[in-house]
């Protein structure tokens, strides 16, 4: 682009007269929308829109990455009960604690939305019960496999029990019978079956309660579950049918947005692995023509087998060239909850990757 052009193409954004962020010549790029200059902070909201974007919590941690991608190689010695073939064992110290030594472990929070990125990890631990959780999913239907393990060597945990506490409408939760007790360094399994219905910002939760040493213990458990989980990528949607769509959706609630400052660079490697972990199906310059942009597609599958829907769900994320710490985001959809909780699910993992 010449400086004449740059320069002309700046006034028409309202930019200082720099290139501007996204501008390209092809006709494909206009479908994706107007273009941001992305050098200053009004361009992109204000200061007070990146404040605000700084401030969110992360999601899914290295160190917590690290944690539950690694467990300890089982209890050590043949006292695990109900591993099964192929189920990952959790690590667990020798514990003979007394009951008023009892603690949560770690951040629950945290583990939380570690697990919304990642199919295996810790879901939960405490001074005596470790859980770990695997999980897969075909289009609507879920199944995660909760690992809970007793930690003490001589103690048994007793009454133990999983409920559903707070339901979802949108959600459809089946939680396995567990045994009442727990025998020192036995370890069970649960199945828990999900089918989502519909869309949903909030998941269901669980109630855990079991008894140690005199000692109650009564947890609730938010389950690690989000739209994403149930999209299927579209890779290689073709061009006329994605920009139809985008196009038609003009703004809120069904094409959501959100501009966000990262206080370090992303790579457009990372964005793409970023993308593709939430099930997108991206093709670096296949939708979007510039190097520092990637558009994606997938297909977000509710409903009971038999009578499933399958809802398209759009994403764009542009990245400023010139540093690659300021993003636009925007995802388009059908459902407004869908696009708002994607939408939200990629800013958190712009911020928290590092």
Known sequence: MSAAAAAAAAAHLGGSGSIPFGVHASPMAAHLGP???????????????LAAAGSMDSIGSPTLATHAQHPAAGFGGGAAGGSGGGAPQLGFEDAAFAADDWRVMGDVQQLHKALLVKEQGILYEDTYLQIGLQSRYTRSNGELL??????????????LALLLSGPSPAVQVVVGQLPLQLAPKQQVQAVVHVTCLHSFLEAPRLQLRYGCGGRQVVQELLLPLAPHKFMLPEPHIAKEAYFDKWKNYQGPPLKMQQMLERPTPLSIDATLLLLRGLNFGVEHLYLDPSPNNEAGAAYFICGQPG?????????????????RMQFRVTVAAPDPVLASSVKDMIAAQIMAMP
């Open 146 to 159: 909760l690992f809970l393990g007793n930690k003490h060597a001589s103690s048994t945990l007793t009454g």
């Open 307 to 323: 009578a499933e829907q399958a809802l398209l769900c759009q994403c764009r994320v542009e990245g400023n060239p010139q540093n």
């Open 35 to 49: 273009a941001l200059s992305g050098l200053s902070a009004a361009s992109w909201g204000g200061t007070a829109g």
